[in-house]
C-alpha cells in the first residue's frame, strides 16, 4: 500500500493511506501537550483533504499526555475532523493511557482500543463515509 | 551488603508518591521511563490521577 503525503509535527506522523484512513502515528518518546494536540488535530484536517475520514492513532510509542491534551482530543470541537477513532497500543504503559481517556475524558466520536492494526483498521472502515 | 536493584529505586519512588498523595500532596508526579513496563504503566496512572483529582478539587473549590 502507498503513503500519499505525509506530514510531520513535533510528535506525531500524520498521512492519509489510500484505503481512506488517516494514520497518526506517535514519534518514539513523544510526550504530548494541549499545542501540540492543537498541532496535530490540525494538521489530521489537512491531510484529510477536507473530508471527515476514520482516524488511527498509533500510540505505542507515547510516553506521555497531559490531561489537556487529552481534553482536547476528546472534546466536540476536534470531532468535525474524524468519523471514527481507533487507538492502537501494546505496552501496559500504552494501555493506561487508552484506559484513562476512555473513562475520564469520554471521546465524542466512536471510538475503541486495539492492540491489532489489522483489526483497527477492519473497525475503523464501516466509518468511511 | 544486598545491592539495591532499579527496581527496588522504583517501587520506593512508587510509594513515596503514593504516600504524598495520601497526605493531600496533588503536586507530585514522576518521570516515566523509556521502558514503558508495568512500572511506567503504575507510574502513569499515578500521575494522571493526581492530574485529574487536582482538576476536580481546583473546580470544587471555585464553585464553592
Known sequence: MTAIDKFLT?????????????????????????????????????????????????????KSITKEAREYY?????????????LLLSSPATKVIGNFFIKFNKPTLPFKIFTSENEAVDWLKGFIE | MIKRSDKDTRIENIFDMIYKIAEGDLDVSLPVSDDRDEYDAIIIALNMMTEELKAKMEKRHDNN
Open chain 1, 10 to 62: 513535533s510528535t506525531v506522523n500524520i498521512w492519509l493511506e489510500e484505503n481512506g484512513i488517516i494514520y497518526m502515528v506517535d514519534l518514539p518518546g513523544a510526550e504530548e501537550t494541549l499545542n501540540n494536540a492543537i498541532e496535530n488535530v490540525a494538521t489530521v484536517w489537512k491531510a484529510s483533504d477536507g473530508i471527515k475520514r476514520p482516524v488511527l492513532i498509533d500510540i505505542r510509542q507515547l
Open chain 1, 74 to 86: 476528546a472534546s466536540k470541537e476536534t470531532a468535525q475532523y474524524g468519523t471514527a477513532v481507533a
